[in-house]
């Protein structure tokens, strides 16, 4: 279990940057200064400006003005990494890699609120705000973490694992859906979750289902795509390669998916559309009600995560609840444990924590049409063309 000492809130920082080149002239002025170079200059102990650095009022008021201005010209920043080292202060570098995603909102929360309880620090950078994930993890580092907290793809990635292993700092795995032995891990059983739903649109007399594969880089969409073609197999239904259409876990591209599904004659147009995620299945809901298709009665859409776009849109969306905010809560009280305990017993098993998904039916899927409410469809669309 993991211990929960301290209460104090989380210090949320961004990782630190490089520092850009400085022009010669300069050189002395920018340079990062230390405690040390400003007790040196005004003549004053290093003790006296660590209390003035850190709030005391020990300090006289002359003295403190003294300091805080030498701070301000030679630039002097805190190294907070070393203070929270000596203060025993746990900090962990959280990375996200979609600020567009739906579900980035519940993760954040989970996380922060994982950090409020444990009293550690957050160190949280979006992977987009550089040249590859591999600069992002980089960067985490060189903000003095001791312990990664990498999403989908970097979860699945072996040279952003080996980044952090060469640290020889701990990695944690979020939401992949293939946990390695020598890492440890939060995730969910995708396999699964998507063969439950596709479960239940054929016990809903769905034969005719179209399923919509995420990003081919996150291990997720794989093992949906497994789960959802074990669950065809199963019920003796062939799985025509038109049925499987390509989809990057983005509501444009679940748009996309849409208009060469359902912008057809609606002979060919499937029963029912699995996509695996909620902002594909969204962009698909969006381009049926464009197209005049009634769902669930014409068309059932399902997707994957329970986001909060699940519930926003209309009809509101079956789907798969992964319960992401405690997910990312217990990648930080993983991280948390294994820091803490590295450093009093060596260093720790690997864990892997598998979290319970659940089936949410919602209004979005339905009984599959009849022949006959087919046809007469099929009829109508064709009698609006004449």
């Known amino acids: 279990m993991v211990r929960r000492k301290n209460e104090d809130k989380p210090t949320v920082a961004k990782a630190v940057k490089a520092p ?3 022009a010669p002239g300069d050189a002395q002025k920018r340079r990062t200064a230390t405690i040390h170079d ?6 004053v102990s290093s003790m006296t400006v660590s209390r003035v650095v850190n709030g005391s009022d020990e300090v006289g008021p002359e003295t403190r003005e003294r300091v805080l201005a030498a701070i301000k010209e030679m630039n002097y920043v805190p ?3 070393a203070r929270a080292a000596r203060a025993g202060v746990v900090r962990i570098g959280v990375l996200f890699s979609n600020p567009r995603s739906s579900n980035l909102g519940e993760f954040l929360m989970g996380a922060f609120s994982a950090g409020t309880r444990l009293g550690c620090q957050l160190v949280v950078e979006p992977t987009a705000a550089h040249p590859t994930g591999i600069d992002a993890v980089r960067s985490v580092l060189a903000a003095g973490v001791h312990a990664v907290i990498l999403p989908p793809p970097l979860c ?8 952090v292993w060469r640290a020889q700092l701990p990695a944690i795995s979020f939401a992949t859906a293939e946990p390695r032995s020598h890492s440890s891990a939060v995730f969910i059983d995708d396999f699964e979750g998507a063969r439950s739903m596709t479960r239940h649109l054929i016990d809903l007399g769905h034969r005719d289902i179209a399923f919509v594969l995420g990003n081919p880089t996150h291990s997720p969409s794989r093992r949906r795509e497994e789960g959802f073609r074990a669950a065809m197999a199963e019920a003796g239904l062939a799985v025509p390669p ?4 390509q989809g990057m876990f983005t509501y444009r591209s679940g748009m996309e998916v849409g208009t060469t599904l359902l912008d057809c004659d609606p002979a060919h147009r499937p029963s029912a559309i699995f996509a695996s995620n909620d902002d594909m299945a969204a962009g698909i809901v969006a381009v049926a009600l464009s197209l005049g ?10 997707g994957f995560d329970d986001t909060p776009m699940a519930e926003s849109i209309w009809p509101p969306l079956t789907t798969i609840h992964q319960p992401i905010a405690e997910m990312a809560a217990t990648a930080v009280d993983l991280a948390h444990d294994i820091v803490k305990r590295s450093r009093s017993e060596g260093k720790p098993d690997v864990t892997h924590h598998r979290c319970k998904f659940a089936l949410t039916v919602r209004a979005s899927t339905g009984a599959a049409p009849s022949k006959k409410r087919t046809e007469k469809a099929r009829s109508n669309a064709g009698s609006s063309k004449d």
């Open 79 to 81: 190294n907070v990494a």
């Open 156 to 163: 699945d990635s072996m040279e952003a694992l080996e980044v």
């Open 293 to 302: 298709i009634k769902i669930p009665a014409q068309l059932s859409v399902a």
């Open 20 to 22: 850009k080149e400085k």
């Open 38 to 43: 400003i007790a040196a200059r005004l003549g």
């Open 242 to 245: 038109a049925r499987l259409i």
